[in-house]
């Protein structure tokens, strides 16, 4: 739950950005001792399929790994689980909202190599606010001391930023990381998310780490951003059918039968998680203005 805290005549409120008003999570909210990322990107592009995969990565590095989805389509883990699992919104309502009458396993499942798995959900359409089911879904982990055993936290939010619901993973988060293709509707998006996570480091811990560049053979217009912006990529995730298979599959691709292809990207996959378990050095990307994006991106 999230509460907006007038400031103490000794200290200046700062906003998110313009038209906005600063909101602040209670302070037992906060997750500590675990390093949290937050995965945000163009819907469909990927989201879910790179979390998942990080989080076996993470998870074959020895780390305790729990993935949270926040997308009321609910299927951010079921390649992890096999299945589309409840979500804490879900499970909630089926006790009135009487967060005391929930045991763990009520909405935490472990999936493969040991990663656990919640889904979130989201309010009904048009209604609500997928900030405060974010909330909710935290209060009740540290309720039940779930936080404390884990070192990996990993948030798969819906979509492109458009507004604080969808942003409130980054109040948790040490790093927000960027899904994009090497297509301009991925970096438009992108654009819109660098500022999202520019504006909540004013406030918050959260750092911007970088791009996966995913589903894409070149990254030449990635890279034309990044050098304009000052972004950085991370890991480069080709297009390939297996990646697309494992889903209907509904299995990892640590979970597909090997071959040289699924090897690839398994192990691009572990090089990214054992770079960002090194650290990652927080970027102080510029967004560009709209305009900006299309001069720098189109053709004559």
């Known amino acids: 739950m999230t509460v907006i805290v007038r400031p103490r005549p000794d200290e200046r409120l700062i906003g998110d950005g313009d038209g906005s008003v600063q909101v602040h999570m209670h302070d037992p909210l906060k997750i500590d001792g675990a390093k ?3 995965v945000y990107g163009k819907g469909g592009i990927g989201k879910s399929t790179t979390s998942s995969n990080l989080s ?31 979500t804490v919104i879900d499970v909630l309502d089926g006790v009135g909202f009487h967060s005391e009458e929930l045991r763990a396993e009520d909405f935490v499942v472990e999936g493969r190599h040991g990663v656990m798995c919640v889904e979130a959900g989201g309010p009904p359409a048009g209604t609500g606010c997928g900030g405060y089911v974010v909330g909710q879904t935290v209060k009740l982990l540290k309720e039940h001391h779930l936080l404390e055993d884990t070192d990996i936290v990993i948030f798969d939010v819906l979509g492109d930023v458009v507004c604080g619901g969808f942003a409130a993973p980054l109040l948790h988060a040490d790093r927000g990381v960027i899904v994009a293709a090497n297509d301009f509707d991925s970096i438009f998006a992108m654009n819109r998310i660098v500022a999202a996570i520019k504006a909540k480091s004013q406030n918050y811990g959260v750092r911007l780490g970088g791009v996966i560049v995913n589903r894409s053979k070149d990254t030449d217009q990635i890279q034309k951003y990044n050098d304009a912006t000052g ?6 995730l080709p297009d390939l059918d297996v990646i697309r298979r494992s889903r209907l599959k509904k299995a990892t691709l640590f979970d597909m039968e090997t071959s040289p292809e699924v090897e690839g990207v398994c192990n691009e996959y572990l090089r990214l998680a054992a770079g960002l378990l090194a650290g990652v050095t927080p970027l102080d990307a510029t967004p560009l203005k709209d305009r900006e994006i299309f001069d720098l991106l189109g053709y004559d």
């Open 231 to 236: 972004m950085k990529m991370l890991a480069h």
């Open 56 to 86: 076996v990565a993470f998870a074959k590095l020895g780390k305790r790994v729990l993935q949270i989805g926040c997308d009321p389509k609910h299927d951010s883990t079921f390649t992890l689980t096999g299945r589309m699992i409840p």
């Open 36 to 38: 949290v990322f937050a």
